[in-house]
Antibody, heavy 124, light 104 residues
């Protein structure tokens, strides 16, 4: 069974940092791209970025809204995905989800499994 | 950057009604995925590559479209369909703003 479990959320002051984790199981972690998506309270989903799989060198891509402040990484030995968030702002307050990306859906990539989310609040 | 615009933002439907949600892309795209998110839960892949039902999705759901216009249809709305629905273009790294489906 595929499982993704996020952790590390909480309350942080503006300008602070936080590292989120996404522990995965049930699939060969290195075979998959992995994404981070966030959702502010009552608002839409926003894709933050993704990290490619082993075959594609574990390279990363980021949305303009977080590029330079957020870093996605992975510990392939433990099948854990990370999101390092620096210089946090009030508008970064959201539920953060990790998701598995796969091209098994008609040849196009899709996010087929999601974690339950972890909540981040940026406030003084 | 491609922008996905969903309409309506909120839809109220009666049980058994057929409804259609739409997603308009600012530039032509090759496909669209749709996600369903029920209150307090994480998104679930509903339809992939425009018209294919994800595993376990009831046949009352269907998707269609091409170019800049895509749609999600529920042939006979059930109470359990109350949720937010998002269109998604992986290649463009973007989600639509969502449609909230309420059941009357």
């Amino acid at each position: 069974e595929v499982k993704l479990v996020e952790s590390g959320g909480g309350l942080v002051q503006p300008g602070g940092s936080l590292r989120l984790s996404c522990a995965t199981s049930g699939f060969t972690f290195t075979d998959y791209y992995m994404s981070w998506v966030r959702q502010p309270p009552g608002k839409a989903l926003e894709w933050l970025g993704f990290i490619r799989n082993k075959a594609n060198g574990y390279t990363t891509e980021y949305s303009a809204s977080v590029k330079g402040r957020f870093t996605i990484s992975r510990d392939n030995s433990q099948s854990i995905l990370y999101l390092q968030m620096n210089t946090l702002r009030a508008e970064d307050s959201a539920t953060y989800y990790c998701a598995r990306d796969t091209s098994d859906y008609g040849g196009y990539y899709a996010m087929d499994y999601w974690g339950q989310g972890t909540s981040v609040t940026v406030s003084s | 950057q491609i922008v996905l615009t969903q309409s309506p933002a909120i839809m109220s439907a009666s049980l058994g009604e057929e409804i259609t949600l739409t997603c308009s892309a600012s530039s032509s795209v090759s496909y669209m995925h749709w996600y369903q998110q029920k209150s307090g839960t994480s998104p679930k892949l509903l339809i992939y590559s425009t018209s294919n039902l994800a595993s376990g999705v009831p046949s009352r759901f269907s998707g269609s479209g091409s170019g800049t216009f895509y749609s999600l249809t529920i042939s006979s709305v059930e109470a359990e369909d109350a949720a937010d629905y998002y269109c998604h273009q992986w290649s463009s790294w973007t989600f639509g703003g969502g449609t909230k489906l309420e059941i009357k």
